[in-house]
């Protein structure tokens, strides 16, 4: 397999880290992530990861708390995420930074463009926690945006489902899943898979998403090389 882009954002929810159990983090979940990780490294593929916080907190779940509060909240259970995808990709060996958009530089690095760049060229994978460090901002924004500083040839979006359907494919089994889409449909369509400050984001400076499902086979994998799988979102 030969990878189809050089330099990739990956964004995982905090949900999809716990699996099964629906909170925390599942092991098993991390493992397989990592090993497609250590594989699309080694094709020489420059990867940057946002992780949500959904696992431990919601901004949404306080809600008789201050929005900025809550949201803050969110973005430190980022980072507990971020911490322990680090340590899973350096046991194999790889050299990993977490950068953080609030400082705690006893924790980690601040987020600095200039020092993520610096670390690709070392062969390093950089884990961009607290997204934006804005209240009411959504993860997906704070990974467009990441994607779209960092110049990404495309932003992975690994999700619970296997692309993006007119409708919840849960509640509706005739849902329809689509191949492709633009930005202005999802946005016109006010489909949930992206928000509409992340899609027009991405539009804007032109960094095509690709939806697909974490849970299935080597997926990561596969979306870093092209293969056909979830759903494209471009200006296209």
């Known amino acids: 397999m030969k990878p189809k882009y050089k330099r990739v954002l990956l964004k995982l929810s905090g949900e999809a880290l716990a699996g ?3 909170f925390g983090l599942n092991e098993n979940v991390i493992s397989g992530v990592v090993d497609q990780l250590v594989k699309v490294h080694e094709m020489g593929v420059e990867i940057a ?5 959904g696992n431990f907190w919601r901004g949404r779940q306080g809600t ?3 929005r900025t509060v809550a949201d803050q909240m969110g973005m430190l259970a980022t980072v507990m995420n971020s911490l322990a995808m680090m340590d899973a990709i350096e046991k194999k060996g790889i050299p990993t930074r977490v950068q953080t958009a609030l400082n705690m530089i006893s924790v980690a690095e601040p987020y600095v463009l200039r020092k993520t760049l610096h670390h690709f060229e070392k062969g390093r994978i950089v884990i961009l926690a607290c997204g934006t460090g804005n209240p009411y901002c959504s ?3 704070a990974a467009a945006q990441r994607a779209c500083e960092i110049d ?3 932003l992975l979006m690994a999700k619970n489902v296997d692309g993006i359907y007119d409708s919840d494919p849960v509640k509706n089994p005739a849902a329809k899943k689509y191949d492709k889409l633009t930005f202005d449909e999802i946005i016109a369509k006010n489909l949930k898979a992206m928000d509409a400050t992340a899609a027009t984001m991405c539009s804007e400076n032109h960094v095509p998403v690709l939806a697909f499902a974490l ?3 080597d997926s990561i994998l596969r979306a870093v090389c092209g293969e056909k799988l979830g759903t494209l979102i471009s200006n296209e």
């Open 215 to 217: 849970g299935e086979k």
């Open 49 to 53: 990861l946002v992780i949500g916080g």
């Open 20 to 22: 099964e159990q629906k």
């Open 139 to 141: 993860t997906d924004t």
């Open 64 to 66: 008789n708390m201050d």
């Open 152 to 154: 990404a040839d495309v």
